[in-house]
């Protein structure tokens, strides 16, 4: 009995005229989405691969690696052109020296605010008002419809339980608005195949993953819905009812979490930090600056070799006392950041489409973890390159001037560009990706379950004539 | 009769109970959205004022005319309660100095990238998005809901033209929504008042014509609505039509125009041009130290086989002359680099200009597009308001460092640090002048961009007078299609 309703509820709305519209609607989006994504991504690419290139050739000629200062770059992601999260509010690109403070900067959004006004076509603003409003208005009169139109009754005149009846239509609609849109997704992966992009196996993985999270994001909306029509007698009123729970759950809820309760935590201003640390700086300074006048060769022998030794160990000293000073306050802005965005976070997941929304952006790398991620793995090059530096020139760049003796005639040769190690950007493993998204993803399930009890809890009390 | 059928139409609208929830809900959305801009804003104030101070710290820490280093803050803007634009997307300042490029920096987003992740909720989104999806739920079986109700024939047993139908259509649904819709407007302007936010006269001028501007868009959707429900049979079709055309309209011809732009125009990515300068730079700097080596060489060969005394006399009498030699090639450099920087940057700068243009030319097909442009630039938190502050604190720069030349040319200069190197003597450093020496209370101050009502109004006229052409187009076009209506 179970197969023939969802059979019925499947012939009802794939034979909807609605249904051609909004499937092709549908179909013509989700390959816009991979289109537009996979040519961004590979916009992105080139111009990522033009500023490394540059990169390079800024420092040709050079002879010293003590005189090099480079950037590095967040590299794009096939996944976050699809999924942007904040990868577009970030700052990509990192000023690097061998030390003293780094920060990442340049967003897309400020480099090109254009683009921060409408911003672009990915799957979580697809799954987010499209699919979800599209499943609202497949369900909306699930069951007052079929009361309205006097064919519930003809249907009960069967003998079928009421719980079965909701799964049937659950189930239907279910299958009804999702298995179709399998093609254009997958017509979507083969435009990333035309377009030359190559993802990897854990990237094919993770966009399932994704589209996943939004088919079951979509069963929130299909459940809500059947429960929201079973609830009201008309038609009418639960397609209005659902319509502002939309607006709230999509529009709302996310925004106005985030907004109003990231506001109770006091995370102090970035530029207050600055004040501190440049008031710091100040005064290392001039500890740097009256430890230099003191200095007193050791007899005449290189002295210049002697002072240059001397300044970098003074350099060095301040860079340490900067850096531990700097690390503490950012510690501890990072800390209350953290505590901010659990709480606005876990407030914003009161919404399915927050719930969403994190998963997918976790599962693409585009999470609020990746800001922190990317300034993490620059410091950790910051070593590398000052190691490196040390090694080849016994000094590394940044933090206060260079002295470099270059005696006429005995001219070092060029620098080799090629040897400065790569910044390669690691994204987090397969596993630990599932593990974050994981409460999403039961955040979601739970939610279907909870509107599908509601509905049957609803329809057992509903009023058949 | 017209009047009447007005009549009609408002308490149609009013005893509806749709008028409830969806005037209940968006009362509840603009205020809220507002107290919201009001704490941001705030927020954004507090902000303001601690980097203004660090700019001043900044200033005095400087030891000589020549390294002087400013910071430029962008002001917020009042009127980012009510439209947020690009407000928090572009960079809060840019640091102002002889050597590195003026560029805005350090958006609020990048900074505290969670208020990003779901963005902000202001009255401009609460228009765009909730009320002409409010404006379709009322209009999109005004006809057509008429003739499947049986209502239709019925009125037009008595003597009314069509098009007073249609007017009376557009005029009752307008009262009947726009109206009370001024309640919560209203409450908002209240609300200003009461949380003392500083609103000039300028302003209110600005938040009236926002007001204006929202009910014109609101008006496009009513009438809109109409044209589709004297066009389609059943109610059930034009709403699915108007729904299909609102997410097109709302959300993907905006988004779709700005990327096809993004297509046509492509440019260079900032981390390029910083590179190409960046090498530039280095080269210069190399030609540079190559020849101020000649230049130490041969003055050393000039005192080749001088005694001690001659050669300390010889340095006394030529270092006023050697230095200012020295400092005319830097300065030389230093200009070329600027020059050249300036040529890139120009070159970038209209490539995003011609960017720009044509994404806003082609996400104007959408009137949602219209209505929000127009909304950013009333706000004066548009797509341009990067490039008017980097423009300005271009031009603080300038006055800046001319200041600052003048002045160390009148007062003379002194060095950051200096490092002497004797055979006698060793190395000797000395740290210039002593901290807070420079007076720095007579250096320009930077001046915020700053506008006329007109020079925000002008913009905005072609995105207003987008939203009326298609309101007009659309009332006339369902005028017309209503006298071929087949009323039975």
């Not at chain 1, 709302?252 to 995370?267: E, M």
């Not at chain 1, 503490?328 to 965005?341: I, T």
């Not at chain 2, 609020?108 to 990003?116: I, K, L, R």
């Not at chain 2, 940057?345 to 127009?374: D, H, M, V």
Request: glycine share 6%; net charge neutral; charged share 20%.
């Amino acid at each position: 009995m179970l197969k023939l309703l969802i059979e019925k509820e499947l012939k009802e709305i794939i034979g909807s005229p609605k249904f051609i519209m909004m499937f092709a609607i549908s179909s013509i989006l989700i390959l816009l989405t991979f289109y537009v994504g996979g040519i961004n991504y590979k916009k992105n690419i080139a111009q990522h691969e033009a500023a490394k290139l540059e990169n390079l050739r800024s420092m040709e000629g050079i002879k010293d690696w003590r005189l090099i200062e480079h950037n590095i770059y967040l590299p794009p992601s096939i996944l976050a052109s699809l999924v942007n999260g904040i990868s577009n509010d970030i700052g990509r690109n990192v000023d690097m020296y061998g030390r003293g403070e780094i920060r990442p900067h340049g967003s897309v959004y400020n480099e090109n605010p254009v683009y921060a006004a409408f911003r672009f076509l990915d799957l979580t603003f697809l799954f987010q008002i499209v699919l979800s409003l599209f499943s609202i208005l497949f369900t909306y009169n699930a069951v007052n419809g079929e009361k309205e139109s006097g064919t519930l009754r003809l249907v009960f005149s069967n003998s079928i339980p009421r719980g079965k009846y909701i799964l049937g239509k659950i189930l239907g609609s279910y299958a009804a608005l999702s298995i179709p849109l399998i093609i254009p997704f997958l017509l979507g992966c083969l435009v990333l195949s035309v377009l030359g992009i190559q993802l990897k196996g854990s990237e094919w993985f993770r966009l399932a993953l994704i589209i996943n999270a939004g088919i079951l994001f979509m069963g929130v909306f299909i459940t809500l819905s059947v429960f929201i029509s079973s609830v009201s007698r008309r038609s009418a009123n639960s397609f209005l009812l659902l319509l502002v729970i939309w607006i709230f759950v999509i529009l709302v809820i996310p925004r106005a979490a985030v907004l109003i309760s990231g506001r109770f935590i006091d995370v102090p201003p970035i530029d207050e930090l600055n004040n501190k640390k440049n008031a710091y700086n100040r005064e290392l300074a001039e500890t740097v600056l009256n430890k230099l006048k003191t200095f007193k060769a050791d007899g005449n022998e290189d002295l210049f070799a002697q002072f240059e030794k001397y300044m970098e160990e003074v350099n060095d000293d301040k860079d340490e006392k900067m850096n531990s000073f700097g690390s503490k306050l950012d510690e501890e802005r990072k800390n209350r950041q953290n505590v901010q965005s659990d709480l606005s976070l876990t407030l914003a997941r009161i919404s399915p489409a927050a719930q969403f929304s994190l998963a997918s952006s976790i599962i693409a790398g585009t999470s609020l973890t990746l800001s922190q991620e990317f300034l993490s793995q620059a410091k950790n090059y910051q070593n590398v390159f000052k190691t490196f530096q040390q090694e080849k020139s016994g000094g590394s760049s940044g933090g206060g001037m260079k002295m470099i003796m270059v005696n006429e005639g005995d001219e070092p040769p060029d620098i080799d560009p090629t040897e400065l190690p790569e910044f390669v950007y690691k994204e987090a493993n397969l596993d630990s990706i599932i593990v974050a998204s994981l409460g999403d993803f039961g955040l979601l399930i739970i939610y279907t379950f909870i509107f599908f009890a509601g509905a049957y809890m609803a329809f057992r009390r509903f009023d058949l004539r | 009769m017209f009047s009447i059928l007005i009549k009609k139409e408002l308490i149609a609208i009013l005893q509806n109970p749709k008028f409830i929830t969806t005037f209940a809900v968006s009362s509840f959305l603009i205020i809220l959205s507002v107290l919201i801009g009001i704490n941001e804003y705030k927020n954004n104030l507090a902000q303001y004022d601690t980097g203004i101070s660090l700019a001043k710290s900044k200033i005095e820490e400087s030891r000589s005319w020549h390294s002087i280093n400013a910071i430029a803050y962008r002001k917020p803007d009042p009127m980012q309660i009510f439209v947020s634009g690009v407000n928090n997307d572009i960079g809060r300042f840019s640091n102002v100095s002889r050597q590195g490029e003026v560029k805005l920096q350090n958006s609020s987003y990048s900074d505290d990238p969670v208020f990003a992740i779901f963005r902000n909720i202001d009255f401009a989104f609460i228009m765009t998005i909730v009320l002409s999806l409010f404006a379709i739920m009322f209009t999109y079986n005004a006809v057509n809901g008429e003739k499947e109700d049986g209502t239709l024939r019925l009125l037009f047993s008595n003597s009314i033209s069509r098009a007073e139908f249609i007017a009376s259509k557009v005029v009752g649904a307008w009262l009947g929504l726009v109206v009370p819709l001024l309640i919560p407007i209203s409450i908002s302007f209240l609300l200003i008042i009461s949380f003392d936010i500083n609103f000039r006269f300028f302003d209110w001028s600005r938040v009236l014509t926002l007001a204006f501007v929202s009910i014109t868009y609101f008006t496009f959707f009513i009438i809109f609505g109409i044209l589709v429900s004297s066009i389609t049979k059943s109610s059930s079709t034009s709403f699915l039509l108007l729904l299909t055309f609102w997410i097109i309209t709302v959300f993907i011809i905006p988004r779709v125009g700005v990327i096809a732009a993004g297509q046509i125009i492509r440019i260079p990515s900032h981390a390029e041009i910083e590179s190409q300068l960046d090498a530039f730079s280095k080269d210069s700097w190399k030609n540079y130290t190559t020849q101020l080596s000649k230049t130490w060489n041969e003055r050393r060969l000039q005192m080749e086989g001088m005694s001690e005394s001659e050669k300390a006399m010889y340095e006394d009498d030529n270092s006023w002359g050697w230095m200012q030699t020295d400092d005319k090639l830097r300065k030389i450099n230093e200009e070329n680099i600027t020059d050249y920087s300036r040529k890139l940057f120009e070159g970038y700068k209209n490539n995003r200009i011609e960017l720009r243009k044509l994404a806003l030319t082609l996400s104007r097909f959408s009137p949602a597009s219209a209505y929000q442009l127009a909304a950013m630039n009333m706000a004066s938190t548009d797509i341009a308001l990067k490039v008017r502050y980097e423009d300005a604190i271009q031009l603080y720069k300038e006055k800046i460092l001319s200041h600052a030349s003048q002045k160390a040319e009148t007062d003379g200069d002194s060095f950051g640090l200096r490092i002497s190197m004797d055979s006698e003597k060793g190395i000797s450093v000395e740290g210039g002048r002593d901290q807070n020496m420079l007076d720095t209370s007579e250096l320009p101050q930077f001046a915020e961009p700053s506008y006329t009502f007109a020079q925000i109004f002008e913009p905005t006229i072609i995105d207003i007078s987008i939203l009326f052409i298609l309101s007009i187009a659309c009332f006339g076009l369902s005028v017309y299609r209503f006298s071929k209506f087949d009323l039975r």
